[in-house]
């Protein structure tokens, strides 16, 4: 038994960390029944704390035992992420629930998102991390077409005007339209897929100047930057001296830009 499932099995967390430190030591060894050590914590029913470190680690959470038990399976059946909501427990539960959509975000397979999304408390998910949807967008490796189902999930998820939050203080580098139409891009998914979820996001926040001209300097004269331009909040230019200077900067660029035409608007 090597000294990683020794501290497993005597439950001894400050020898955990030392072993799980070492470069030595591989944290997806799996024992004599096949168990890694993140399945072998929670068979034997550790402390989050274990768990955390695991995924911290990078550890495999589908790697299977002998019985073709994977640590997902468990993840996902037992009291860690269907916990009361009144468990006073309950945000250290849902930190594995959180830790587990972290990590399947750099798999090109959706499938542990598509099961951990739906069995966690969304709530704890993006008061953990504001700028979550910010990190889907960058972080997730997915296809486009899973990329798009997975986004789908995320923004018909009851507590979705939460995730917004991070967007209502407005800066340059900080639009929702921005972020989600470049990861359209960078994934050549059509990009008018994407039109549902800026409509939906009127509910939640408002168009300004700084999202125009963060668009149009992306994607140019496109039905998206029209489409928010048409949605522009223009009570919002009104004792606003950064949205005035962005807007008479958006309307440099158009008098500029030699492709367009009087006759196009």
Avoid at 1 to 22: C, G, P, V, W
Avoid at 170 to 178: D, G, V
Wanted: proline share 3%; net charge negative; with cysteine.
């Amino acid at each position: 038994m090597n000294t990683l499932y020794k501290a497993i099995q005597h439950n001894d967390f400050q020898l955990f960390r030392e072993s799980i430190s070492s470069p030595e030591v591989d944290v997806n060894k799996q024992n004599s029944k096949g168990r890694t050590p993140l399945l072998h914590c929670l068979k034997r029913q550790r402390s989050d704390r274990f768990i955390l470190a695991l995924l911290e680690s990078k550890c495999d959470v589908t790697l299977s035992d002998r019985n073709r038990t994977t640590p997902l399976f468990v993840a996902l059946t037992d009291r860690r992420l269907t916990i009361a909501s009144d468990d006073p427990d309950k945000k250290q539960y849902n930190l594995v629930g959180l830790n587990l959509v972290q990590y399947s975000l750099g798999l090109r397979d959706p499938d542990i998102f598509r099961l951990v999304w739906p069995s966690i408390d969304h709530r704890c998910m993006f008061d953990s991390e504001p700028a979550f949807l910010r990190r889907y967008f960058d972080s997730c490796i997915f296809s486009g077409d899973e990329f798009d189902l997975c986004l789908d999930m995320i923004m018909s998820s009851p507590l979705i005007s939460t995730a917004f939050s991070f967007y209502k203080n407005k800066h340059i580098n900080q639009s929702f339209y921005f972020d989600l139409l470049n990861a359209y891009a960078r994934r050549s998914v059509e990009v008018e897929r994407s039109r549902l979820y800026m409509i939906k996001s009127l509910w939640f926040i408002s168009v300004d100047a700084a999202d125009i001209l963060a668009v149009y300097g992306a994607f140019g004269i496109d039905r998206e930057t029209l489409f928010l331009v048409d949605h522009f909040e223009r009570q919002g230019l009104t004792n606003n001296e950064c949205n005035q200077k962005l807007a008479l900067e958006f309307l440099k660029h158009l008098e500029n830009n030699n492709k367009l035409e009087l006759d196009e608007f």
